[in-house]
């Protein structure tokens, strides 16, 4: 393995539940009698993108008001995430650290392949404590043609890590991600969060909740020269 590439923001920390927060406060401001619980929104974000899920949730029930658009929605939306993410200081992920510690002991190339926006990103790592320098590559939506569970982002993650699909590994929190790494050629460890734990994820190699855990993950380490000790 010469690469291991983290897909969306949630492989890193969770930040699911700040974003359903950001939604419901955004419908709330807005005037929209809408509101996603928990449940709803495990079902709504098996599909990516968060202006389309709101076109697809008003065409199911209705209810967006005459004159605003799911594009006035989303960007609310996403101004308010921002708060929320710059005001707190989020955890990584179970195993994320040792990942990322393992992978720069053994000189193994670290990408961050999302689709999401630079400035998701940027709050995400501040808020996160992450260097962004410990990642060789990281994309954003302004840079590939297509959301997963398109494989553009991996391709491009690919080639400008100049390595091969056969000698990398993904790990991803939903399905659109799984399907995404795999189609590109990509081995795929399975990382769900709280809201994605049901997603269908059959292609993946493994499934787990702390990236410590992975059988695939320790056996690797262990075979360049053994785990480090904490």
């Given at each position: 393995?010469?690469?291991?590439i983290?897909?969306?923001?949630?492989?890193?920390?969770?930040t699911?539940?700040?974003?359903?927060?950001?939604?419901n406060t955004?419908?709330?401001?807005?005037?929209?009698?809408?509101?996603w619980g928990?449940?709803?929104?495990?079902?709504?974000?098996?599909?990516?993108?968060?202006?389309?899920?709101?076109d697809?949730?008003?065409?199911?029930?209705?209810?967006?008001p005459k004159g605003?658009?799911?594009?006035?929605v989303?960007?609310?939306?996403?101004?308010?995430?921002?708060?929320?993410?710059?005001?707190?200081?989020l955890?990584?992920?179970?195993?994320?650290?040792?990942?990322?510690?393992?992978?720069?002991?053994?000189?193994i190339?670290?990408?961050?392949a999302?689709?999401?926006?630079r400035?998701?990103?940027e709050?995400?790592?501040?808020?996160?404590?992450?260097?962004?320098?410990?990642?060789?590559?990281?994309?954003?939506?302004?840079?590939v043609?297509?959301?997963?569970?398109?494989?553009?982002?991996?391709?491009?993650?690919l080639?400008?890590?100049?390595?091969?699909?056969?000698?990398?590994?993904?790990?991803?929190?939903?399905?659109s991600?799984?399907?995404?790494?795999?189609s590109?050629g990509?081995?795929?460890?399975?990382?769900?969060?709280?809201?994605?734990?049901?997603?269908?994820?059959?292609e993946?190699?493994?499934?787990?909740?702390?990236?410590?855990?992975?059988?695939?993950?320790?056996?690797?380490?262990a075979?360049?020269?053994?785990?480090?000790?904490?």
């Amino acid at each position: 393995m010469k690469a291991i590439i983290f897909g969306g923001i949630g492989t890193i920390a969770n930040t699911s539940y700040l974003q359903r927060k950001a939604f419901n406060t955004a419908f709330e401001q807005l005037s929209i009698e809408w509101h996603w619980g928990e449940e709803e929104y495990r079902r709504l974000i098996v599909e990516t993108g968060g202006e389309s899920r709101i076109d697809q949730y008003n065409e199911k029930y209705g209810g967006l008001p005459k004159g605003t658009s799911s594009g006035q929605v989303h960007e609310l939306k996403s101004n308010l995430f921002h708060n929320f993410m710059n005001n707190s200081k989020l955890p990584l992920r179970r195993g994320v650290k040792w990942v990322l510690d393992h992978a720069k002991f053994n000189n193994i190339k670290l990408a961050f392949a999302t689709t999401t926006s630079r400035k998701n990103i940027e709050i995400l790592l501040s808020s996160t404590g992450l260097d962004p320098s410990i990642f060789d590559i990281i994309s954003n939506r302004a840079l590939v043609e297509a959301p997963k569970p398109e494989p553009v982002v991996y391709q491009y993650c690919l080639k400008k890590l100049n390595v091969c699909a056969k000698n990398s590994l993904a790990i991803e929190d939903a399905s659109s991600g799984v399907k995404a790494a795999v189609s590109a050629g990509i081995k795929c460890v399975a990382f769900p969060n709280e809201f994605t734990a049901n997603h269908n994820y059959l292609e993946a190699i493994e499934k787990t909740d702390d990236l410590r855990e992975s059988a695939y993950l320790s056996a690797f380490f262990a075979s360049q020269g053994g785990l480090i000790k904490n």
